[in-house]
C-alpha cells in the first residue's frame, strides 16, 4: 500500500546549487537530486526540485515552504524543526592548500594559525565547529573560497572532495595546478535528507527513503546512478 494518497501534493524537495551533487544544470539535477527522488519515488512518494540558495532553502524548510532538504549533514540545531534520515551517502571533507605552502595537518589545534575560508551556513565536523581557536573567514561558495587560497588572502579552504574535483576540471579551471589538498581528510560527514517536522509522516517517510536507499545499494542501481557522474 503506498503511503501518499492519489492526488497528493507531491514532495517538495530542496537544495542549493552544490555540483555534482544538486545543480539544474546537470543531467538528472546531480546525483544527490537523482538518488533521493528515485529513492522517494520506490518508497511510493511523487517529488519535485526546487533549487535556492542554502539559506533560504534552511528557512523555507522551518517555514513550511519545502518538504525535504536532500543535502544535509546532521547538526544538533537541525534537529529542532527537521527529522533526519540515515546517510545516503558520504562527504570526505578535504582541506586545500597552495601547492607547495607544506601545512601539516595531523590533529585541529594544527590549523588554529591559520585563516580557514569556510561556506556561509554550513555545518562541519562538530569538534571544528566548536574550536573557538579557529581563524575562519565566511564565503558564499567553494570558488571563493579556493581564489582566496590561490591568491594568499587565506591558507586553507575546506571543501567536499567530489566536489572541489568537480569545480577543479569546470569553473576553477584556471587555478587548480595551484592548489592541492592535504592528505589527511578534515573529517568523513554523512549526507542525509532533512524532512520537516510539521510534515505528516516525517518518520514513516525517512524509513521507506532508507530502506529503498538499501534496495538500490544492493540490486545495483545506486552504483548504477553514482557511475554516470563520475563518483564510482
Sequence with gaps: LLPWSVGAQPLRLVADSWPPFSDRRLDGNGVAVELVST????????SDYREVPWQRAVLG???GDYD???????SREREAFGHFSAPYLVNRIRVVQHKGAGIVFNQL??????KIAVRRGYAYSQAFMADAQGRTVEVSSFESAARMVQRGRVSLALEDEYVARFLFRHSLKDVADDLEFLPKPLSENGLHI????TLDEHAEIARRFDAAIAAMQADGSYAAIMAR????
Excluded at 529513492?39 to 511523487?46: C, I, N, P
Excluded at 589545534?109 to 591559520?114: F, T
Excluded at 532533512?194 to 517536522?197: A, G, V
Design 39 to 46: 529513492a522517494l519515488k520506490r518508497a511510493g512518494y511523487a
Design 61 to 63: 524548510l522551518q517555514r
Design 68 to 74: 525535504v532538504l536532500i543535502t544535509a549533514w546532521y
Design 109 to 114: 589545534a594544527d590549523l588554529r594559525s591559520y
Design 194 to 197: 532533512l524532512i520537516r517536522l
Design 229 to 232: 557522474y563520475g563518483l564510482q
